[in-house]
């Protein structure tokens, strides 16, 4: 069984459209969090949340906003894509208080393309 | 400058050497450190935690040297499954555990 899932696995979508990106972990994990990975591999932090909370929320465009219906599920919505949104985006969790910290698990990744 | 540096590499090494990748980070308030490696096209996964004596786990070895903001991993006995990129993580306490990291060292093994 997957622990960290996410779809869709690709992404291929036009400049200015509105797109979804959902996750879900059956881990029992109370934080869930949503990471960028540019075409030069930086990986870099969205969004956090914490038992359906944001708790992060790293100066993204407010294009992006993520929506966590219940503690398994973290799905991110993109408004008005653009060219520089192209990228691989992880979802991931970790279970809270000190024996999560730092001990991630990443699901596959969103390859998106926007042309 | 970023907050964790890496040498981006590629290393290239035969099957059996030994590799060291060095890291350094910038905030001194970091707590925790940490190894993940990701494979070509995949996921990155956690491959060890780094404690301030320095740790081993098989062929892999972590030290931490808090005084200069320094990382290092050593792999022993390098296997072709080894080749991945190895990012290197630091996370500030009271931050949300949130992982700051580096942009990766890809290590290639060749037969």
């Known amino acids: 069984d997957t622990a960290v899932s996410q779809t869709p696995k690709y992404l291929v979508t036009q400049m200015g459209n509105d797109k979804s990106i959902k996750c879900e972990q059956n881990?029992?994990?109370?934080?869930m969090y949503w990471y960028k990975q540019d075409s030069k591999k930086f990986l870099k932090i969205m969004f956090s949340?914490?038992?359906?909370?944001?708790?992060i929320n790293e100066t993204v465009p407010n294009r992006f906003s993520p929506k966590s219906p219940d503690k398994a599920h973290l799905n991110l919505h993109i408004n008005s894509l653009e060219l520089g949104d192209s990228a691989v985006y992880f979802c991931?969790?970790?279970?809270?208080?000190?024996?999560?910290?730092?001990?991630?698990?990443f699901g596959a990744g969103t390859r998106l393309s926007v042309l | 400058r970023k907050e964790v540096e890496q040498d981006p590499g590629p290393f290239n090494v035969p099957e059996g050497a030994t590799v060291a990748f060095n890291c350094t980070y910038s905030?001194?308030?970091?707590?925790?450190f940490f190894w993940y490696r990701q494979d070509c096209r995949k996921e990155p996964k956690l491959l060890m935690s780094?404690?301030?004596s320095g740790n081993e786990d098989g062929r892999f070895t972590a030290q931490l040297n808090r005084a200069s903001q320094y990382i290092s991993l050593l792999i022993r006995d390098s296997k072709l499954s080894d080749s991945a990129t190895y990012l290197c993580?630091?996370?500030?306490?009271?931050?949300?555990?949130?992982?700051?990291f580096g942009g990766g060292t890809r290590l290639m093994v060749k037969p």
């Open positions: 881990l029992g994990h109370d934080t």
């Open positions: 780094v404690y301030s």
């Open positions: 991931a969790s970790s279970r809270g208080g000190l024996a999560g910290l730092g001990v991630q698990y």
């Open positions: 905030n001194s308030a970091s707590q925790s």
């Open positions: 993580v630091v996370m500030k306490l009271n931050a949300g555990n949130m992982l700051t």
């Open positions: 949340y914490n038992n359906k909370e944001l708790i």
